[in-house]
């Protein structure tokens, strides 16, 4: 299995507060990708990142940050939740570039009251 | 737009019997991947198999086995064997170039359930 945790694996807070999740990998692989899943959509792209401090949108960024300080964290922030962003979140790593195979972490369930 | 469907929202089959589960894609591109993932109750997402646009020869991975129809844009995957492990979602998934960035990046379909019977 590839090295990668996320954390925290559930959350829950209010509309309106600030959430950060970590995605943290042990691989050096060079991509780092967010990801959300919701029923009937399958996984969709947040952002996603090919370098230290080198970060891309996916089809649906609106409402999230991301930041890459280190090739081993990758960290997704809400800065104000809102419910619609209730959701099980993904890391994804792939190693040299962005046509090789992603890896997922384990997952992390965020629930906005 | 590129999208992925999977036209089984659920399915069953029988251990030790075989079953297939279907995926179609659209796109105008040549150079592309496809790839199936399991999601078990655990919720990790495990690669199943990949495929390359640019091979004729189906992929492989012991009782996994996918029937790729390039010209019919279809990527099925063949479960051999059935175990009780095998219970889970099944997702389809695409990549290609993005055409601004030149990113390569994920396409999902929206997933197959799959339960195995004892």
């Known amino acids: 299995d590839a090295g990668i945790t996320q954390s925290p694996r559930h959350k829950v807070t209010e509309t309106g507060t600030p959430v950060t999740l970590r995605c943290h990998q042990t691989e050096n692989h060079r991509y780092m990708y967010w990801y959300r899943q919701d029923p009937g959509h399958g996984l969709r792209l947040i952002h996603y990142s090919y370098g230290v401090k080198d970060t891309d949108k996916g089809e649906v960024s609106d409402g999230y940050s991301v930041s890459r300080s280190k090739t081993e964290d990758f960290l997704l922030t809400l800065e104000s939740a809102t419910s619609s962003q209730t959701s099980v979140y993904f890391c994804?790593?792939?190693?040299?570039?962005?046509?090789?195979?992603?890896?997922f972490g384990p997952g992390t369930r965020l629930t906005v009251l | 737009a590129q999208t992925v469907t999977q036209s089984q929202p659920e399915m069953s089959v029988q251990e030790a019997e075989t079953v297939t589960l279907s995926c179609t894609y659209d796109?105008?591109?040549?150079?592309?991947?496809l790839f199936w993932y399991k999601q078990p109750p655990s919720r990790q997402m495990i690669l199943v198999i990949r495929?390359?646009?640019?091979?004729?020869q189906n992929a492989t991975e012991n009782r996994f086995s996918v029937n790729f129809q390039k010209a019919a844009k279809s990527f099925s995957l063949k479960i051999s064997d059935s175990q009780l492990g095998d219970t889970a979602m099944y997702f389809c998934?695409?990549?290609?170039?993005?055409?601004?960035?030149?990113?390569?990046?994920?396409?999902f379909g929206t997933g197959t359930r799959l339960k195995v019977l004892a």
């Open positions: 495929q390359e646009a640019y091979k004729q």
């Open positions: 994804a790593i792939s190693e040299r570039n962005s046509a090789d195979t992603q890896y």
């Open positions: 796109t105008s591109e040549s150079n592309y991947y």
């Open positions: 998934a695409f990549m290609k170039p993005s055409a601004t960035s030149g990113t390569y990046k994920y396409i």
